[in-house]
């Protein structure tokens, strides 16, 4: 599509001309209700004004440029609505904001964090840390490069550190067993409240029913975030007999749900409120400064 026309959203993503199954259902639901919609990369040269509201779909080039991806958001958040809002995804696009969520109170999973180019004395001392397996991850968040499983006492965790420390920061967390007998709680939230919850347990993705103790953990994290999200994605895991905060996706998260789903409709009319919401008030703020007979 041209970018010299008006569009009521812009899904941005990371190759408009491939297929992702929650984009695409996304842009049937918005034209459902009856919005003009294009697909976009976030880097493009266009002129974002044009557009009423940005949806950030699946932007999974971001990492490499992680700085130049929150220096986008900051200057399209000024002339149009960005959602989740633009503060809200920068915050959420590195994982720091386990910690920022952990001084909140929230129970997360143990995490330490590496800094890009750190010394490998200070790597390997982060690993004596823990015990048995871990996991590494980038800490850009919607980065999967470099994942990696991985016994700490060996040589290759270390290797592995150290190779991919040289391209970002990186987290650290302990492979909770857990994982691999009751799986993890994907649970989907939408306006503030929790809208699903599915499980997943290797390769089986199953629909839950959120225990009490799950459902005050992700009341947690709600109220300890910086804004309100329209979406969100939390991913919880049982430690011992609590459950703890494992990630909270705010960058386009996926939100499991099939094309025609009520998640996906529910997910498109907040969107839409979302973008007209300045508009509506600014009317109301017009009228009533105006003078009363």
């Avoid at 009521?8 to 049937?28: I, K, N």
């Avoid at 779909?57 to 700085?67: G, I, L, Q, T, V």
């Avoid at 590195?94 to 750190?118: C, K, M, N, S, W």
Wanted: proline fraction near 5%; charged fraction near 20%; hydrophobic fraction near 45%.
């Amino acid at each position: 599509m041209s970018s010299a026309e008006k569009y009521d959203v812009v899904l941005v993503s990371c190759d408009p001309a491939g297929s992702f199954a929650q984009r695409d259902a996304l842009v049937a639901e918005f034209e459902a209700l009856h919005c003009s919609v294009d697909v976009a990369l976030w880097d493009e040269q266009r002129s974002w004004a044009d557009t009423s509201g940005i949806v950030i779909a699946s932007p999974f080039n971001d990492a490499p440029r992680h700085d130049e991806f929150v220096s986008w958001l900051e200057s399209v958040s000024a002339i149009t609505v960005v959602i989740n809002p633009a503060e809200l995804v920068a915050w959420g696009s590195h994982r720091r904001y386990l910690f920022d969520l952990e001084a909140a109170g929230v129970p997360i999973v143990a995490t330490r964090q590496i800094a890009q180019h750190a010394p490998w004395q200070f790597q390997r001392a982060a690993l004596r840390r823990f015990s048995g397996t871990v996991v590494m991850k980038p800490a850009v968040a919607s980065s999967s490069f470099g994942f990696g499983v991985f016994d700490a006492a060996t040589l290759e965790a270390q290797a592995h550190l150290e190779a991919i420390t040289l391209l970002g920061d990186v987290v650290i967390q302990p492979h909770v067993s857990t994982v691999d007998t009751v799986g993890v709680s994907q649970v989907v939230v939408l306006g503030g409240d929790v809208c699903h919850a599915v499980r997943k347990l290797g390769a089986h993705t199953v629909d839950h029913t959120l225990q009490s103790e799950e459902r005050q953990l992700v009341a947690m994290v709600i109220d300890a975030l910086p804004q309100a999200p329209i979406a969100a994605c939390l991913e919880l895991v049982w430690v011992g007999d609590q459950p703890a905060l494992l990630s909270c996706d705010l960058v386009g998260p996926d939100l499991h749900a099939e094309a025609g789903s009520p998640a996906l409709r529910r997910f498109a009319r907040l969107a839409i409120d979302t973008i007209h919401a300045p508009k509506i008030d600014g009317i109301v703020s017009e009228t009533t400064d105006e003078p009363r007979s």
